[in-house]
């Protein structure tokens, strides 16, 4: 989990009456360990399902749940909580709660205080299939996105009430993910971003193969950032085992034929590529159909190996290439195989991993090589690297692809 895009950030946690409340417990723990400071603020149905007691142990500080608490000084709760909020998240939403947003009701501290607000509102959905379905529901958000309000999730599965399907509320985590990309600068938006991440696998037999020993971090964290930075992503992952980053598409795919070819599919369509996956450079010839065995008198097997295509270079030699970057892993000489390796593959940038390699580990340093000389960026945690990646690619795109 990264921690720094919400450093800082200050916001007022509106909880309403919902099972989902448990998840807010979880939330707030995500929230303030990135750095936010949390307000929580609770309607009265909300304190029937977890206790102010649990939410102010969690945030840190106390928790509201009534217009009249003398607490406040001016007795003006419902415009002082959020005068310094950087945002409202409603979480979970009531069915309820959505209809009072929707038509401005004021009626108890967190409507109030919604009302009045001065700064962006999110809210989190959580009911059941049938109250979400319901058309009045579906009004009441449609008129809360047009009033600018974000409405995040909600998801799809197995229901409190035993029923499945739309409503349930985001999980903790993934509630944290859209919240953390609400804030990231939109630096990317309207942009199509192609990545490929982690190893290949390329068989011998049945069950063994050869892969290598990349964790598929950096292509998720990149992608991650890149969601977060307002583009659509596609992110094509050899065998990792990671989360899919929130609001991205992910394809899985095992050895480099089959990754060359996901890209190639749909290559077309992105402005930006980003190679990131450890692509084995060769597989066997003809992987066996059945397990190959060990017997006394059978000789050590052999394997003939063919070479893999190059999914960058081909990438960079289509007609009308996206902007595509590649990286590097070294294990000695990085300045001089990183700008030979780029001018090589042909691509205007090319990231290199400095000193030795990171596979799996969460940190990285990195060099960019590009035709006009090489940077290097300070050493970080691989998702706070990725943002500063980001902003790097996404200030040499070339306006041409503006209009792709
Ligand atoms: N790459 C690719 N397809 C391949 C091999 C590499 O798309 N068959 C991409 C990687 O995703 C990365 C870049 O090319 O962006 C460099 O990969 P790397 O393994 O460092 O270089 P190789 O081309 O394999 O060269 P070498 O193994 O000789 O260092």
New binding site residues.
Partial sequence: MATAELAGKHLVLGMTGGIACYKIAELTRLLTKAGATVQVVMTEAATQFITPVTMQALSGRPVYTSQWDARVPNNMAHIDLSREADAIVIAPASTDFLAKLAHGMADDLLSTLCVARDCPLLVVPAMNRQMWQNPATQRNVTQLRADGIEVLGPDSGPQACGEVGDGRMLEAAATYEAIASFFSPKILSGRRVLL?AGPTFEPLDPVRGITNRSSGKMGFALARAAQQAGAEVHLIAGPVALETPWGVFRQDVQT?QQM?DAVMRSVADADIFI???????WRVDHASEHKIKKTAERALPTFTFVE??????AVAKLPHPPFAV?????SGDLEV?GEE?RAR?NVPL?IGNLGPLTFGLDDNEVILFEAGGATKLPRADKQTLARALIVEIARRLPDTSLIR
């Fill in positions: 490929t480099a060359h190679g990131v996956a450890a692509v084995a450079d893999n295509p190059d999914i960058l270079a590649g990286f590097a892993a070294e195989h390796k593959k090319l």
